[in-house]
């Protein structure tokens, strides 16, 4: 694979050059740019070609969550962005604006190569997806899957997760996130996306949205009542808004 071109951004000379130097270390990286602020980030971003952006948040004139907000609204498809900070209370909005890792300063080379390596296997995932299908656009929250394959990969906190169709009973919405209840598993996993977008990956004939806020397995159905469905313990209803395609659904197994 061609090296994943790098810049790194931060207004700390230590800081700055610990990060170059990681970068020029790793293999699979090249650095093809190195900032002291975000403005003139911004400014070489506009003719250089960036896979990855490691970039920290507190810097004057324009922090970094404020540079990845406006690369976020380019309209073109910009770098994946590595936070690197002193202060943890910046992981939510780091979240919010879809970074893809967060090192929390001093970090090690370590720690570095790990967030590193996601961004690897993000543009890995990337290339596989758009040879199997080019026509298909990709999103940072969800990677669509190969039709021939049995899952898909899901962001969730700060990395991709691979979640297995067999292992999903439903999809709760909520708002701007979603929760993927898994069998087996107490807790869901939290995505940063939204129903709607997770419901165009899935494949119709195993996933059915019956609810303005539930997918659901086709297959996980236990039982079936007037109004709502039975997956294991839970009962997710039927709104009237899908009861048609549902009904449609269930008349040709009776």
């Not at 990681?22 to 506009?46: C, D, N, W």
Request: hydrophobic residues 40%.
């Amino acid at each position: 694979m061609t090296p994943l071109r790098c810049i790194a951004v931060d207004d700390e000379p230590l800081a700055l050059g610990l990060v170059c130097a990681f970068i020029e270390k790793t293999p699979f990286l090249t650095l093809v740019g190195r900032y002291s602020s975000a403005v003139e980030a911004l400014q070489g971003l506009q003719n250089n070609d960036v896979d990855l952006l490691f970039l920290d948040i507190q810097m004057p004139d324009l922090t970094g969550i404020e540079l990845a907000r406006v690369l976020d609204k380019s309209g073109t498809q910009g770098p994946r962005i590595v936070f690197t900070t002193a202060f943890n209370h910046f992981a939510l909005e780091g979240f919010r604006v879809d970074a893809l890792d967060y090192l929390l300063k001093p970090f090690n080379y370590e720690e570095f190569l790990r967030a590193a390596t996601k961004g690897q296997t993000y543009f890995d995932l990337v290339k596989k997806a758009e040879q199997s299908n080019p026509a298909q656009p990709i999103t940072p929250q969800i990677l669509p899957a190969d039709p021939r394959e049995d899952y898909l990969f899901l962001k969730v906190e700060y990395q991709l997760v691979r979640v297995a169709y067999d292992d999903i009973l439903y999809i709760e919405g909520l708002k701007d996130y979603v929760k993927v209840h898994l069998k087996n598993e107490p807790k869901p996993l939290l995505s940063l996306t939204s129903l709607k977008n997770l419901e165009e990956k899935l494949p119709a004939q195993r996933f059915m949205r019956v609810h303005r806020s539930y997918i659901v397995n086709l297959e996980k159905i236990g039982a079936i009542s007037r109004n709502s469905i039975q997956i294991g313990e839970n009962t997710i209803p039927v709104s009237d808004q899908y009861k048609e395609v549902f009904s449609d659904y269930v008349s040709r197994w009776t």
